[in-house]
Each structure stands twice: as structure tokens, then as C-alpha cells.
């Protein structure tokens, strides 16, 4: 997404370091890219400091705690497509905790300053890409399940043109919260009350307790070596 490449280097540009841009960058694919970075869901982060100490970041999504093993399954044990589709196949996000954290540990540059540009491009609208436009007539079908989807990214019913901008004003609004409150609001405030809502409202399982005791953690790499490099990655 070159809205958020830009954004990226704007805040290395601004004396960030790769921890902001990261953030910052992550922040704005949500807005603009939400198939690759989105606030509903999770991720990784291998750091290696400049005296060479290397740390994993798990801030993947977590399963409900009203999870079962068999939630996925219909009456005649086959898969459903639950897990793919609809409310059920959401996990706890960790997407805000894990950007905060590795802002808190990692970062230089002010919290809110590595979200304002993400406000300002769900305030504005990102311009609809050749790419973005093959997808949405793709999933055309899908999109239009689910109304708050179909409104941002069908506007007035139809599929954008290559160059439409599409706002987002509910999503610019959770982002400035998640700036004002360093993301304790996703997770324990008003944006968790709406996901907890919108749970409820289409038969989902995340609770306010599920949001409320989400961590990301830092976790031991794996470590191996090939040949004369030292690899590392993140653990199982």
C-alpha cells in the first residue's frame, strides 16, 4: 500500500526509528490495505537490537475462551465454514496490544504521533487501487453480508472506481481513541464495548473478558544456525 509506505518513511523521516515506522505503518495498512493489516487481528515481531540482543513479539489472536473443539464442525462432524466467515471465525485481536507494546518497549517517537497519520487517511479516504478494485469485485458477494463492510467499501451499493476515495469515519474515531488511550480503550473502553456488541449481535464468542485479559508477549526466538549465518525466527 504506498499510502502506508509513505507514511512510514515520513515518520523515519521524522527521526523515528524502525519500531515507530513499523507502528506507524501497520497502523495506516488498516486503514488502507485491511486484507494485510487490520485492527481485528494479530501478529508477530522478530526485533534485534543494535547490541545484537534479539526478541519475539507474539501478539497473535487468541482463541475466546467460549471456544470448543468441535465449534466448527456441523451435526454430522464436517467442517463448516465458520472458521473462514462471520463473527465465529474472529480470535481475540492482538494487532493494538502488540503495536503498543512494541512501541512501549522499542519505540522513540510519541504514541499518538505514530497514529495520527492513520486518522487522517481513514478521515480522508484511501484512493481505491487496480488491485483493491479486482478484489472488492471479487468478494462483492461476501461484503454485501455484512452491512457496516458493504457501507465502507460498496459505497452507494456498487463497487468503486479505481481513484474513489473511501472514508472510513467509524474507524478514524476507534483509531483516535486507540491514540488518546495507547490502546487501553480497544481492549477495556468504548471500541471494546462495540466489539463485544457487535459479538453478541451476530452470534460471536469474544467477551469483555476475553478483550480485557489479551496480552502480547515477548517470547524466547528459535535460534539455529546454516552454515556460516545465525538464523532466528519465532517460536512454535
Not at 515506522?21 to 497502523?27: C, D, E, N, Y
Not at 477495556?188 to 489479551?214: C, K
Not at 546454516?226 to 517460536?235: A, G, L, N
Request: overall charge negative.
Amino acid at each position: 500500500s504506498e499510502p502506508a509506505v509513505d507514511v512510514g518513511v515520513s515518520v523515519l523521516d521524522a527521526g523515528g526509528n524502525a519500531a515507530d515506522a513499523a507502528v506507524a505503518t501497520a497502523l495506516a495498512l488498516a486503514v488502507c490495505h485491511p486484507s494485510a493489516g487490520n485492527l481485528g487481528g494479530g501478529g508477530f515481531a522478530l526485533v534485534r537490537s543494535k547490541d545484537g540482543d534479539v526478541s519475539a513479539l507474539d501478539f497473535r489472536e487468541r482463541a475466546p475462551a467460549a471456544a470448543t473443539p468441535t465449534m466448527f464442525l456441523d451435526e454430522h462432524g464436517d467442517p463448516t465454514n465458520e472458521s473462514l466467515i462471520g463473527h465465529r471465525a474472529a480470535g481475540v485481536p492482538g494487532s493494538v496490544a502488540g503495536l503498543v507494546e512494541l512501541h512501549r518497549r522499542h519505540g522513540s517517537l510519541a504514541w499518538a504521533r505514530l497514529v495520527e497519520p492513520a486518522i487522517e487517511l481513514a478521515r480522508t479516504g484511501c484512493e481505491v487501487t487496480t488491485y483493491m478494485r479486482a478484489k472488492l469485485v471479487e468478494e462483492e458477494a461476501l461484503l454485501r453480508r455484512f452491512p457496516h463492510t458493504e457501507s465502507w467499501l460498496l459505497p452507494g451499493g456498487s463497487v468503486p472506481a479505481v481513484g474513489a476515495r473511501l472514508p472510513n469515519p467509524d474507524l478514524a474515531a476507534t483509531l483516535r481513541r486507540i491514540a488518546d488511550t495507547e490502546g487501553e480503550d480497544f481492549y477495556r473502553g468504548t471500541t471494546a464495548q462495540l466489539i463485544v456488541a457487535e459479538m453478541r449481535a451476530g452470534a460471536g464468542l469474544i467477551s469483555a473478558n476475553d478483550l480485557a485479559d489479551y496480552r502480547a508477549l515477548w517470547r524466547k526466538p528459535i535460534e539455529f544456525r546454516y552454515r556460516d549465518k545465525v538464523v532466528y525466527s519465532m517460536p512454535l
